[in-house]
């Protein structure tokens, strides 16, 4: 390491011998002016790193001098300590800082801090000394290159015309396919989000349900108990409704595909759809004669035309045209949405005031709305959506500010030979069975202390009599310990033991033992291994409670057919 020049000056040779005493040891060259004149000797014959300057010097004091020194474009940037026998006042040190000094040392003298100041300055010089000599090299291997490169100009604009071509192309196709993963998994995020959250809320609403039910039943009639109850099972019901649009968004609604008739069911629908949009807007039926039937759940579409159709309504608040149509098309390329075969495009249209791109490109993400505070959920088109991809199709929307907005939804078309009408999609509804006999013993099984309690009220009110178990195991251990009951009403998701397991064991030991698989979140792991077993969706009331007992014990049971 080459040694740089430390310039010392002072009008006293003693105090200059200390100087070089104590920097020494830096192995830099010191070099020793006893006056200002004499410094500026040294400065114009050689290179400087750090100037130590006294204060205090009779024929041009340190301030003068540093001016004098800071004048000269070589010594710019050049270090300089002051060093002051006397204590210096505040107005005094910025002076020194205004003159160009960038530190100061104090008189006595601590060796170690003079030695630690001058090394920083001394190795910042020769860094930026370095620095100097690496950029000129650094501009000559440039200006090099440079003329290289230009003398290949022509094939160089040539091969970066092609590069970016191919850059973007690449670019264009990574951002579309992160687009789509992005897309898949916020979808699998919020739909692993929402069976969690499906079951738990309707465990509560099940809860709540059942109380609310019973507590109307044997509340003596008053108008303001009815009011509040009755207000109170509104409320229940429409956070059932806001479930369901979840799990439809998420595809974990059970859906019931039948081949529709587009047309007759929106035929069937006239009357609800002109009630739903009133009478300032007009409906424009422009369906075709005829259309293939299409794979969907009836009464999920019905939900979702109703749906679309009041949208339509609230963004033509000084009225307008709806207009619903519907055309056949072939897909024969697959793409992220769709795979290749035949769809029946449905085209729900308004005239209102339509969404600029970037409101449109979120108007089917959950809970998004643009209808204000308490007007909307911001789930009717993420239904929509949910139904859509559900069922083999996809969603699609175009809006076009101050003229309107096209929602197209894609579902493929089912073969001829499974067509239903909506009269015969009516009938093949369950029809309500005949009252279960009364009396029966039926085992509870559920974790929740909550459900529990509001269906074993509920059974006792229907005249049943009941046994409670808080887990699979429980539920094992009383089996084996009392009379088996005639009925097994049991929720799926339980820590331990699952419904669905604890299933497979009574169908080992009791074979005859009807079963009902009670459960706050339709999609069921893994169904083949354990058997379709009959289901009650929470959160149930006492009808449909009936119901599904009447249903399961008017059919032969045999759990060694139904397990395998």
């Known amino acids: 390491m080459d040694p740089v020049n430390i310039l010392l000056v002072d009008d ?7 100087y070089e005493v104590i920097l020494q040891e830096l192995g830099e060259t010191l070099i020793k002016a006893t006056s200002g004149r004499e410094a500026l000797e040294h400065l114009l014959k050689k290179d400087v790193a750090v100037i130590l300057v006294d204060v205090c010097m009779p024929e041009q004091d340190g301030f003068e001098l540093v001016a004098m020194i800071r004048e000269h474009p070589r010594f710019q940037k050049t270090a300089i300590i002051f060093v002051s026998a006397i204590m210096m006042a505040e107005p005094d040190r910025l002076r020194g800082y205004e003159a160009g000094a960038v530190d100061y040392v104090s008189v006595p003298i601590v060796p170690e801090l003079l030695r630690a100041k001058v090394r920083v300055f001394a190795e910042l010089y020769r860094k930026t000394r370095d620095l100097e000599t690496l950029n000129l090299k650094l501009e000559q291997r440039v200006l090099e290159r440079t003329a290289q490169l ?6 160089l604009v040539a091969l970066n ?13 990574r951002e579309e396919a992160l687009a789509q993963l992005f897309e898949a998994q916020k979808l699998d995020t919020i739909g692993q989000l929402t069976g969690g959250v499906a079951h738990d809320f309707n465990n509560l609403l099940m809860a709540a349900l059942s109380s609310l039910n019973i507590l109307k039943k044997r509340l003596t009639p008053d108008e303001t108990n009815d009011r509040l109850l009755n207000n109170a099972i509104h409320a229940a019901e429409r956070g059932t409704a806001l479930t369901q649009r979840l799990l439809a968004f998420a595809r974990r609604q059970e859906l019931k595909p039948e081949a529709v008739d587009l047309i007759e069911l929106v035929d069937s629908m006239e009357d609800l759809l002109g ?11 422009n369906l075709p004669p005829a259309l293939p039937p299409i794979l969907v759940d009836a009464n999920q579409l019905e939900l979702a035309l109703l749906n679309l159709c009041v949208n339509a309504r609230d963004a033509m608040s000084g009225g307008g045209t709806l207009s619903i149509s519907a055309t056949r ?5 697959a793409s992220a949405e769709l795979a290749p075969g035949e769809y029946i495009e449905i085209v729900v249209a308004d005239t209102g005031h339509g969404m600029d791109s970037e409101t449109a490109e979120k108007a089917a993400e959950p809970f998004f709305t643009t209808k204000g505070v308490g007007k909307g959920t911001g789930l009717g088109l993420s239904m929509v959506h949910g139904l859509a991809a559900q069922s083999g199709g996809s969603l699609r929307i175009s809006s076009t500010v101050g003229v309107g907005t096209k929602v197209s939804v894609w579902l493929p078309v089912a073969s001829e030979s499974g067509r239903l009408t909506v009269a015969e999609l009516a009938s093949t509804e369950p029809a309500g069975a005949e009252p279960e006999a009364r009396g029966l013993r039926i085992l509870v099984v559920d974790d929740d202390a909550l459900v529990s309690l509001g269906t074993v ?10 046994l409670e178990a808080h887990s699979g195991v429980h539920a094992l251990e009383l089996l084996k310990t009392v009379e088996v009951p005639d009925l097994v009403i049991t929720d799926h998701a339980m820590p331990g033991m699952t419904g669905m397991e604890l299933a497979e064991h009574i169908g ?27 289901r009650l969706t929470k959160p149930f009331d006492e009808a449909q409670l009936s119901a599904a007992i009447a249903n399961v014990l008017s059919t032969p049971y045999d759990r060694r057919k139904q397990i395998a």
């Open 329 to 333: 098309i072939h897909s024969s390329h």
């Open 508 to 534: 080992t030991n009791f074979p005859d033992l009807p079963i009902i698989l009670a459960s706050g979140y339709v999609d069921l792991p893994n169904e083949k291994r354990f058997g379709v077993l009959p």
């Open 457 to 466: 009220a509920m059974l006792e009110d229907m005249g049943h009599k009941t």
């Open 150 to 155: 230009e003398a290949s100009s022509a094939q």
């Open 12 to 18: 006293q040779p003693a105090k200059l011998l200390s």
């Open 161 to 173: 015309g092609e590069l970016e071509r191919r850059v973007d192309e690449r670019t264009r196709e």
């Open 275 to 285: 009630r739903a949009v009133g009478s300032s807007i007009v409906i424009s039926n």
